[in-house]
């Protein structure tokens, strides 16, 4: 389990990225004091920061460059100041990647996931299951039971959206949300389409349970 | 300056002299001096009086022409007094000294309201960079605790964002080149960008996209040109038709210049108000009946085109829908690569 250090002073923000992180299987510290920063930071040993730059005692550039003396770990700056400068002067020193407030929080996320993978060198499968499904996300192909299939890009998206959510009722307008944002843009018609082929792919492989349609309110995988 | 308004604006003196010359000659012929002699006292009087008056008048002719002069070929008028000569006559001395006076007052004045507005600029953009804070604070939460009404909450904060964006680059948009970077832009991820921050609405009015041709790449700033494409996409949104409403991007690249085009069938814009659309706080018909315009979208986008250098205009058929171009001029060294 990756370890975050999350240097923040705004409460609020440190608590609930911790509650956030902690869902999504991240081990977080969250330092309240500011005053030894630095040595607090390398004596925890994480493998990635999440640094703001307006902070008490020392800023952000301060601390960033003192952690790069004697460590390369990992630094996310989290910023509310969004001009280039401040991006060039902690990529200068040494800072990984540079978001700003208020971030999305699904692209944190994986600005933290594909840092971790770039810098730890793990090649992460991509591999989700759900009950006895296997479901390949770099290559797109499921497995249930030594039968496989090819999805397709829309396919993928929708199952890995579905699986995140099972047992919950994804509407409609949020699936066409979820893949919208990750470059599909798919209208109305569009998705019924490809939720009906994905169902037909899911039978063929044998699945028992499968994306049920709740009239109004959209579909879920129970 | 005319020869004939000098001497006008000496009658009196001239007055003055006629009668006293008058007055003499009535003494002099009544003393029996001889008419000869008359004409000679009236050369001696006379001529220096005139010669003097001339000079005196080529003199200033000379002055007021040269101020004149540089007057017109001056690009900031009210520098004039710093550039011309101080003038010998009293008059032209006196008057040099109060213009002085009154410029250098002036330029204290506009001082004060420069400074004034930078420290309200510079306000503008601290606060903006605080109330992220808070912001980031509440989306973290609704993240936390997601259901129907944070899902709604969420919704609402996204458009809170929207119009804190826009106060930030109102207060920006006088001085662009403060945060201004130039890169190679693009267009496809630019156009793609904005479409997702505007997902929801576009899903839940169902509104379909049409973004197929766009492509190439421009120079300019990312922020920039996400700020003036969301607002004209914002705008699609707003004023679409309640069925069928589309929206098409495409770009067209021709010789010298790339012209990105936003095209919808919205209700379109009647006649007498698209010229004025970008004018500062017009809201227009269509923003008397549906009420949600502010009138400064487009006109902050028109402000930041130019600074830009970008060209953008709007042509609309009322009940078809309106079509927004943003030109994008392509240099020679831009053209060569």
Sequence with gaps: MAKIIIIEDTETIREELRTFLTKYGYETVAPTNFQNIVDYTLREEPDLILLDINLPVFDGYYICREIRKSSDVPIIVVTSRDNEMDELMSMNLGADDFVTKPYNTQVLLARITSILRRVHGVKTQDLITYNDLKFNLSNGSIIYKGISSELTKNEIKILSCLIKNKGKIVSRDDLMDFMWNSDSFVDDNNLSVNVTRLRKKLEEVGMKENIETRRGLGYILP | ?337
């Design chain 2, 1 to 337: 300056m005319k020869l004939k308004d000098y001497f006008k604006d000496r009658t009196l003196f001239l007055l003055i002299n006629f009668m006293l010359f008058a007055i003499m000659c009535s003494i002099m012929l009544l003393i029996d001096i001889r008419v000869n002699i008359i004409i000679l006292i009236f050369c001696i009087w006379f001529l220096p009086v005139f010669s003097y008056m001339i000079t005196e008048f080529i003199k200033q002719k000379n002055f007021y022409n040269e101020v004149t002069n540089i007057m017109d070929d001056l690009d900031k008028k009210y520098l004039l007094s710093e550039i011309i000569k101080e003038p010998e006559f009293i008059e032209g001395k006196l008057l040099y000294d109060l213009l002085k006076h009154a410029n250098r007052d002036m330029h204290e004045h506009v001082k004060k309201y420069r400074d004034m507005e930078s420290e309200y600029r510079e306000y503008i953009e601290t606060w903006v960079h605080e109330i992220k804070t808070p912001i980031a604070s509440a989306r973290l939460i609704i993240e936390n605790n997601q259901n129907e009404v944070t899902k709604n909450i969420n919704y609402e904060i996204k458009k809170v964002e929207e119009y804190i964006e826009q106060v930030l680059y109102y207060a920006r948009s006088n001085n662009v080149s403060k945060d201004y970077v130039i890169k190679e832009v693009s267009l496809n991820t630019l156009v793609r960008n904005v479409i997702k921050r505007n997902s929801r609405d576009f899903i839940s009015k169902r509104i379909s996209i049409d973004i197929e041709a766009v492509e190439g790449t421009v120079y300019g700033d990312v922020k920039w040109l996400e700020f003036i494409l969301n607002q004209v996409i914002g705008n699609s949104i707003k004023y679409i038709r309640e069925k069928d409403g589309m929206v098409k991007v495409y770009s067209v690249k021709n010789e010298n210049n790339v012209v990105l085009t936003i095209e919808d069938n919205g209700i379109g814009i009647i006649d007498n108000d698209i010229n004025r659309v970008f004018e500062k706080g017009f809201t227009g018909e269509n923003g008397r009946r549906f009420g949600k315009s502010t009138g400064i979208g487009l006109y902050l986008c028109k402000k930041l085109s130019d600074q830009l250098g970008l060209g953008l205009n709007l042509t609309s058929i009322i009940g078809e829908g309106t079509k927004v171009c943003i030109i994008f001029p392509l240099g020679k060294v831009n053209l060569m690569s």
